[in-house]
């Protein structure tokens, strides 16, 4: 067990909707990445959020946004959801920001887009 | 930019065999390196690290050594077991001044299947 948490596990969804993703850091750590898991594109990076800023962006759509509250959990915002955004999504958490501390994942939630 | 590349899977080995899964990276700065493990149904864990160049990261067995000069990071393990079947992913992660923000680049996973 990471530490980590992730709600829902799994999430069933029309193409238009608007989901949310929440997930928990382990205590202590400032930082929560996302991480998008299809067969395509393998693991790619979304976004960071540090201390409740966002720190960094990756290949991130304009449909998602995310935020981190000041209780450090985070949520993921997917809206006008397309087929293509079927996946398994992932944060994780790390002490702070930078490439020297390591990151812990959560279990991750499998999104369906029907 | 910065990408990783690993060795096309499946691999499939016998119990007691060597393992060798290859990973060679490109990065604009120096960056530090990882091997992550997914078994099925779960989410990533982090098997080892390496922050420097020729630092070797150990767990469970497995073993990798950042080699700068070649921009290489391979995992090896000297006798695998059944319960090692899984998806091995390595992943860089830049310490160079703006881009220091800890996101981890992947490799595309190599899926490990040990047979007794």
């Known amino acids: 067990d990471s530490g980590v948490t992730q709600t829902p596990k799994h999430l069933i969804t029309a193409t238009g909707q608007r989901v949310t993703l929440r997930c928990s850091p382990r205590?202590?750590?400032?930082?929560v990445y996302w991480y998008q898991q299809s067969l395509d594109q393998g693991l790619q990076f979304l976004i960071q959020y540090y201390n409740g800023e966002e720190r960094a962006k990756g290949n991130i759509l304009e449909r998602f946004s995310a935020q981190q509250f000041p209780d450090l959990h985070s949520e993921l915002n997917l809206s006008s959801l397309e087929l293509g955004d079927s996946a398994l999504y992932f944060c994780?958490?790390?002490?702070?920001?930078?490439?020297?501390?390591?990151?812990?994942f959560g279990p991750g939630t499998r999104l369906t887009v029907t | 930019g910065d990408s990783v590349t690993q060795m096309e899977g499946p691999v499939t080995l016998s119990e007691e065999a060597f393992l060798t899964i290859n990973c060679t990276y490109t990065a604009t700065g120096y960056p530090s390196l990882f091997w992550y493990v997914q078994y099925p149904g779960e989410g990533l864990q982090l098997l080892l690290k390496?922050?420097?160049?020729?630092d070797k990261g150990s767990n469970k067995g497995f073993e990798a050594t950042y080699r700068k000069e070649t921009t290489s990071f391979h995992l090896e393990k000297g006798s695998v077991q059944v319960s090692d079947s899984a998806v091995y992913f390595c992943a860089l992660s830049d310490r160079g001044g703006s881009s220091n923000t800890g996101k981890l680049i992947f490799g595309q996973g190599t899926t490990l299947q040990v047979k007794p």
């Open positions: 390496a922050t420097k160049a020729d």
């Open positions: 205590s202590g750590d400032l930082s």
């Open positions: 994780a958490s790390s002490p702070g920001t930078g490439g020297f501390y390591e990151q812990y």
